[in-house]
């Protein structure tokens, strides 16, 4: 029994419900409760709630995530209503870096190109030139022009992972996600000697995926595939698709709900059942309900910063 609102069989059906009523669209992240996860209408990773996001038509879109993920939303979507059952949910990554911090180095770089992570607010991605996620980072920093000076941001793990894949001269910011930084390549070496028949499924803003990728390579795990660096939803393709039994999986523990769900025949392991972010779990139940009852906490982006994020947004999607 929740402490302020029914059980979870009540509360459900009260959000059914009153999204029926609003005609709302629900979009949670991979990372959500399973509660959550199980009443949503779309569970996805960050490129794939934007996405969906730009696709609805829906009046009212629920975005059961962080609070950039449903910033994303409202710029895709400047006339619907777009809320976030809790507006305190943000992002450790996304707040280490400003507006101001790109407008620095754009005036010391004036042919520069900045690729901003989506784990930005929408004043940073409104100062960058491409918007990319986990997902398609790669696509992205390939497709640039060679020659130029370039800075990804605000990620460390996940830029220093793009200069070694493309092999590209990037600068980078030295930003990261408490959670992953946690995921240090000691725990990666642990897990590998208890589960060696076992495939990883590692996120790149891991503090271990430069590490991983090292190994792997070293012990030719990756040519065999036995180690992948992956987004969320990379990670359910994968999961589906791979012969092995067992997975370790390295990143927020939210994923394995959806991975067990899909795949009730393989073992997932978490690499660390402490990987757990805070922001994502101040969506629960009881606030979903709230924020379809009474319409909130809308999200709004000012219309100026709205269209220029949504360049650096355009460019990523129509590149992957
Ligand atoms: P994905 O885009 O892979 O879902 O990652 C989002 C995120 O916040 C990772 O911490
Ligand atoms: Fe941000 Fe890290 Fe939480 Fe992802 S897991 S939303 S990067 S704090």
């Known amino acids: ?174 930003g990261e996600c408490h959670v992953h930084a946690a995921l240090t390549p000691r725990i990666i070496e642990q897990r590998r000697a208890e589960y060696p028949d076992a495939e990883f499924l590692v996120h790149p803003e891991c503090g271990c995926v430069t590490s991983a990728l090292y190994y792997a390579e070293a012990d030719g795990d990756v040519a065999a595939g036995r180690t992948r660096i992956v987004s969320t939803e990379q990670m359910m393709t994968r999961a589906r698709t791979s012969p092995a039994r067992r997975f370790v999986v390295a990143t927020e523990t939210g994923v394995l709900h959806r991975l067990r769900r899909e795949n009730p025949e393989k073992q997932f392991v978490a690499a660390a059942e402490t990987a757990e972010c805070r922001y994502m779990k101040m969506i629960t139940l009881e606030n979903l309900r709230d924020s379809l009852r009474d319409l909130k906490h809308e999200v709004t982006v000012p219309p100026e910063i709205a269209a220029r994020a949504r360049r650096a947004i355009d460019r990523m999607l129509a590149i992957g």
Request: aromatic share 6%; charged share 20%.
């Open 1 to 174: 029994m929740s402490p302020n609102g029914g059980g979870v069989a009540t509360l459900t059906a009260e959000i059914r419900a009153l999204k029926a009523e609003r005609r709302a669209l629900i979009i949670a992240h991979n990372y959500q409760r399973p509660e959550i996860q199980d009443l949503a209408d779309v569970v996805a990773d960050s490129l794939r709630m934007a996405r969906r996001a730009t696709e609805s038509d829906a009046p009212v879109i629920v975005v059961c995530g962080v609070h950039f993920m449903a910033e994303t939303a409202a710029i895709a979507n400047p006339t619907k209503r777009v809320l976030i059952p809790d507006p305190g949910a943000g992002c450790s990554l996304a707040d280490t870096i400003q507006a101001a911090d790109v407008r620095r180095w754009r005036a010391e770089h004036a042919d520069g190109l900045v690729v901003a992570y989506v784990n930005t607010s929408a004043a940073v991605k409104a100062e960058a030139d491409y918007c990319c996620t986990s997902g398609n980072a790669v696509a992205v920093i390939a497709a640039l022009p060679l020659g130029v000076p370039v800075l990804f941001l605000p990620d460390f793990f996940l830029g220093n992972y793009l200069r070694k894949i493309t092999g590209r001269e990037i600068e980078v910011w030295l």
